[in-house]
């Protein structure tokens, strides 16, 4: 690459694909992941938004995948590859990472034997960075699944944005309208968005050729 395309490259708007881990109808963090949403668009990104119930994968099993690799796992692994960063909204269930979060990425991360992209599990995410965030009604906020979601990014070689969002006591946190309460809620949430937009401009691979 040129370094007058790698400036161009830089330029253009981040691809941000942003989601929750959640599919509950009053799911904490997949309002958590509107804000996020709506930031990411104010910061000049490119944003998709989607929700897990609209990709609704079975439970990770590699004797089902050797059947045939669900529509939706193809789907999902196009559009992670199709952003430069993507952020998502986990909660936290027993201190952890809960299943339909570990269940996407695993889908995800699979490789399709012999498919001519997805014969490499780790393309739609190597290289990519990514925004973590947390509600929950407890004080932690759910932070404690925050070590497990960093490790099962970074072992699919995604750049990880360094301080990711807990919002404790959520039940409390947003009005009436889905909009965070507090301001310092949201000036948080805003630095991360604005981090990861900033950060994928910048270490964004060649989707082209990768």
Known sequence: MTSSSATLQSAAPARVLVFAGSTRAGSWNRKLAR????????????????????????LYNADLEARGTPEASLRLKALFHAHD????CSPEYNAGLPPLTKNTFDWVSSPVSGHPLWADGLRPFRGKV??????SPGALGGVRSLAQLSALLFNLQCWLVPQPFSLARAHEAFDADG???????????QRLVAQTVWAAQRLRPDTENS
């Open 130 to 135: 990514a925004g973590m965030l947390t509600a």
């Open 85 to 88: 960063a993507f952020i998502v």
């Open 179 to 189: 909009h965070l309460a507090q301001d310092a809620a949201r000036s948080a949430v």
């Open 35 to 58: 804000v996020a949403a709506a930031l990411a668009r104010e910061a000049g990104a490119e944003v998709t938004h989607i929700e897990l119930a609209d990709h609704e994968l079975p």
